[in-house]
């Protein structure tokens, strides 16, 4: 009998250790996976983001001066970041920063319909309006990208860079904070001429 349930006990403890192998090693595997996954996305993102910061810094102007026809036009192309074509184990990454990252490109399908609705309606030659909407579009998309590509970094453990002179995320900043000012004291300017009250019927005067 008790032959039996020492064999027994030893059938279910070498269950349990191949269950915490198969678990250790399963979750090294999948930290590794994260790892590598979050090294790929977050170089990617800070190369979207430095590609946004140039669509930023784009007037319409070639060094200072318009096209032959005398307009601004796109001296910057939009820049893609195509998340899909990234290899590695997605599922290893957290479900949240997953949907964040894939859904990046949406937002700049988004930020696009915008900018085009603004262009449509804006008059040459400067297309002022229209280079505003795409440099505060495109500093919000840069902005999200870094801001994804830290919360990677995070997960994974990564050390955070040293401070530098200029960073992509500082230039974005000022930017998207200057045209919100300049929005803002536009719209402080504007200022709402009221209604003139009716003028009262003469029958009306002449009662009281």
Request: proline residues 7%; aromatic residues 10%.
């Amino acid at each position: 009998m008790e032959s039996a349930i020492i064999g027994l006990l030893g059938v279910i403890i070498g269950a349990l250790i191949t269950v915490f192998k198969d678990y250790y090693f399963q979750k090294k595997k999948d930290e590794k996976d994260a790892k590598y996954l979050a090294t790929l996305v977050s170089f990617e993102l800070e190369r979207y983001a430095s590609a946004c910061a140039d669509v930023v810094g784009d007037d319409g102007l070639c060094e200072g001066q318009p096209d032959a026809n005398g307009f601004n036009s796109v001296q910057v192309p939009v820049p893609k970041f195509e998340p899909l074509l990234i290899k590695g184990e997605w599922t290893a990454l957290p479900q949240d920063i997953m949907y964040e990252v894939l859904d990046l490109p949406h937002k700049a399908e988004a930020a696009n319909d915008k900018i085009r609705s603004v262009c449509e309606f804006d008059v040459p030659p400067d297309f002022s309006d229209c280079f505003e909407e795409r440099q505060f579009q495109y500093a919000n998309l840069g902005i999200n990208a870094l801001m994804l590509a830290d919360k990677l970094k995070t997960h994974a453990g990564f050390p955070k860079r040293a401070d530098v002179r200029w960073t992509p995320m500082q230039y974005l900043v000022e930017q998207l904070s200057a045209i919100e000012k300049a929005r803002f004291e536009a719209a402080q300017r504007v200022r709402v001429i009221p209604t003139p009250s009716a003028p009262v019927p003469l029958e009306t005067q002449s009662k009281s």
